[in-house]
């Protein structure tokens, strides 16, 4: 299910008449004034994501002797749904939420932080572009919902509203399934195990695109990859020649290629030398794909990149507190603006991502899924969502650059506001 969101409810229509040239100018204002938000609001959404995909690869969440791992994920659904709770949230649970997003480094004031949410989720599900965003409340028939947190949700957010029958599991599991599994190359079924809540709160993100120029599957052939110093693997690789804009970092050890797809989105590639892809993730910034992008220089290579297929699942309730939102699955937790009836926490908050890069192009589906339950019933609350990224000088001599060799870091951004949409990183292209 696609919404199709419109812009003219955020952004007003510019005319050309001269009668009304106050208003075109107050009008060209307002339109700076939105754009600045959202550039702020895309910065906020991207520290949130570096910030935390150094977490979840950090040697403290990982473990100390434990060897590298596939991930990957896409941090732009897990803050759209936090974004969404924050319209209910009050107090602490409001404000750690704030704070783990980064959102209480603007200067925005939080109504201008949502609407900016709702101009970016516009952009990024306009027609013929290769990105679907859906969000949706499963909330239970009888629940009655802040009136404010409704329409916000549907207004800001486009997200439906579904009345479900959550005493019957089986029923309400189906719906929820339904809805968050709309691609059928995606291998994952029935990501919602079990039911009991009274509500759930759902984003799905799904990303299908072509790459601008393909790889033939003709010239794919099976390769090694040394995942870890003790671990060789045979893998398809793909290889194709062509230029493309690359950057070999003197700052990070690593070399990066940019590989864009159509309608606006580029996999950004950084390639860790061998026994550096901590280094590399933990070194990872908005700062550091700023500079890259600015140090393109187009280069024919020869260029070898693995196909791969992989799933993360990730358990918000133990990882997010570590980036300081901690209040909102406790019984402290504050969400009356959620509903008054009753005081509510965030029982299970789950996020789960699939990528999956062949010769055609990549298809990414994310989807995070958080449960609100009484504090007395959260404890036994569980849900899992699922099915639920300035060009120089021409170099023609520079030796093969071949992704095949060590373990490497993806991030796919949207070129039209930057924003981050999923990113991992690949230690072994056969694990799933």
Sequence with gaps: MKFLLVLLL?????????DHKPEESHEGAEDEKNAQALNEVVKRNNEFAFNFFKQLTSVSSQGKDSPPKNLVMSTFS???????????????????????????????????????????????????????????????????LGKNFEDDLRN????????????????????????????????IKEPVKEISSDTMLSNHVLFEGEWQDAFNPAFTST????????TEVDVPMMHRKGQYNTYHDTELPCTVVELPYKNDVSMIIAMAEPGKIHEVE????????????????????DLYLPKFNITSKINLVDELPEVGIRTPFTGAANFSGITPDFRLKVGSAVHQAVINVDEKG???????????????????????????AAVGNVEM???????????????????????????????????K
Excluded: C
Aim: hydrophobic share 45%.
């Design 223 to 230: 390769r090694k990859f040394k995942a870890d110093k003790n």
């Design 397 to 431: 001599s520079l030796p093969p650059l071949r992704f095949y060799n060590h373990p490497i870091v993806v991030i796919f951004i949207n070129q039209i506001t930057d924003n981050i949409l999923f990113m991992g990183t690949v230690t072994n292209p056969t694990e």
């Design 282 to 301: 933990q070194g990872l910034s908005a700062e550091t794909v700023q500079r890259w992008k600015t140090s393109w220089s187009k280069t024919l290579i």
């Design 10 to 18: 955020l952004i007003p229509v510019i005319t050309s008449s001269d």
């Design 78 to 144: 897990i803050s759209s749904a936090l974004s969404m709770l924050l319209l209910g949230a009050q107090s602490k649970t409001h404000q750690e939420i704030l704070e783990g997003l980064s959102l209480n480094n603007t200067n925005l004031p939080e109504s201008e932080v949502h609407r900016a949410y709702s101009t970016l989720l516009h952009l990024l599900n306009e027609p013929k572009r290769s990105l679907q965003v859906d969000n949706a409340l499963f909330v239970e028939q009888t629940l009655t």
């Design 156 to 187: 800001l957010y486009h997200a439906e509203i579904r009345k479900t029958k959550f005493n019957d599991p089986q029923e309400a599991k189906k719906e929820v399934n339904e809805f968050v599994m709309i691609e059928p190359e995606v291998e």
């Design 362 to 388: 990549t298809v990414a589906t994310a989807a995070t899924a958080a449960t609100a339950a009484t504090a007395a019933t959260a404890a036994t609350a569980a849900a899992a969502a699922a099915a639920a």
